[in-house]
């Protein structure tokens, strides 16, 4: 697989990552821990080394998951995770500096690594200055124990805040074709500063893929049962945007998902989608979306014919919204 520079601060991973949250469910579901660490095990084989976890994935085993999974191949690979939504000890936390220092103990220590690669605050802390976050995150990189730092769902504003005070390596925020709200002041600040984009959630959690219509029921720990924009009503309207997929899929001889993920692709250089499965199936059909090449005609029918849909149902119970810093 091709590899981008994420940012400029000279990380290089894999055009593709993998979105590791749903593997540490799987887990927690039944005796699938052997199975689930084939799946990273298998990404690694198809060329996969950006792989993403996070402390309250579990909270906490998921960490574990996939510092075990690639033990075998930590010099290959780039691991990212976060913290500021849970401590230590899994209970909920914010983003202060004494809070940090041993939720970056407990990190390293389930990763099994000595340094994070790349560490992400999870959420913005409305209580915490970014500068002070950052400056925390600064002791940490002075003292070898992280190699980058990045924010997840950040303003634009916010960014360019903490990479005053340290130099951001990446921005992870949801970004597909159904929701673009990165484009309006993210992406722009971004491409500014030299700072890298990795989207998560880019095949809209799974709607994208063309798998999920009005009849799908979702289970009740499955967080889509929460969500507006996956109640029947919105997956009805919604299917346009599939249907959109379809099209250009069927003429390049590809699926929905991967046409998604080109689309992704080809919007920047340094945009590194991490699409998250628990499938080898879906791995692999994901990998191949890495090798879609869209022209610029492509492109150019995908987004005039999606400007004209529009999206039904937000993308998160209105709760769950109010704690993003877009």
Do not use: C
């Given at each position: 697989m091709d590899k981008r520079a994420l940012g400029t601060n000279g990380l290089e991973v894999s055009a593709l990552g993998l979105g590791c949250m749903g593997l540490g469910r799987k887990v927690a579901e039944g005796d699938l821990r052997d199975q689930m660490i084939g799946v990273i095990r298998r990404a690694v084989e198809l060329g996969v080394t950006f792989f993403d976890t996070a402390q309250v994935?579990?909270?906490?085993?998921?960490?574990?998951?996939?510092?075990?999974?690639?033990?075998?191949?930590?010099?290959?690979?780039?691991?990212?995770?976060?913290?500021?939504?849970?401590?230590?000890?899994?209970?909920?936390?914010?983003s202060r500096p004494d809070t940090i220092r041993p939720a970056t103990e407990g990190s390293l220590r389930r990763l099994g690594v000595d340094s994070i690669d790349l560490y992400y605050q999870h959420r913005v802390d409305p209580d915490v200055p970014i500068e002070e976050v950052a400056g925390a995150v600064k002791e940490l990189v002075d003292a070898g124990?992280?190699?980058?730092?990045?924010?997840?769902?950040?303003?634009?504003?916010?960014?360019?805040?903490?990479?005053?005070?340290?130099?951001?390596?990446?921005?992870?925020?949801?970004?597909?074709?159904?929701?673009?709200?990165p484009e309006e002041e993210v992406l722009p600040a971004l491409e500014e500063l030299g700072i890298g984009f990795v989207p998560y959630s880019p095949l809209g959690k799974g709607f994208l893929?063309?798998?999920?219509?009005?009849?799908?029921?979702?289970?009740?720990?499955?967080?889509?049962?929460?969500?507006?924009?996956?109640?029947a009503a919105a997956r009805t309207a919604n299917t346009a945007l599939v249907d959109l997929l379809r099209t250009v899929a069927d003429r390049l001889h590809a699926t929905p998902g991967q046409i998604a993920l080109g689309w992704l692709l080809a919007q920047r250089p340094w945009i590194v989608p991490i699409p998250g499965t628990t499938k080898i199936e879906r791995l692999e059909e994901?990998?191949?979306?890495?090798?879609?090449?869209?022209?610029?005609?492509?492109?150019?029918?995908?987004?005039q014919a999606a400007a004209d849909i529009a999206i039904v149902g937000a993308r998160y119970p209105e709760a769950h919204e109010r704690r993003t810093n877009l």
């Open positions: 994935y579990g909270p906490l085993t998921n960490e574990e998951l996939v510092g075990e999974a690639l033990a075998p191949f930590r010099r290959q690979v780039v691991i990212a995770t976060k913290f500021g939504v849970v401590d230590a000890g899994g209970q909920p936390a914010g124990k992280v190699k980058h730092w990045g924010l997840s769902e950040a303003a634009a504003g916010t960014i360019r805040r903490a990479h005053a005070v340290l130099p951001v390596t990446a921005v992870q925020s949801e970004y597909s074709l159904w929701w673009k709200r893929t063309g798998t999920i219509d009005a009849n799908v029921e979702f289970a009740d720990h499955d967080i889509r049962a929460s969500i507006p924009r996956f109640e994901n990998v191949g979306g890495a090798m879609v090449e869209l022209t610029a005609d492509d492109l150019r029918q995908i987004d």
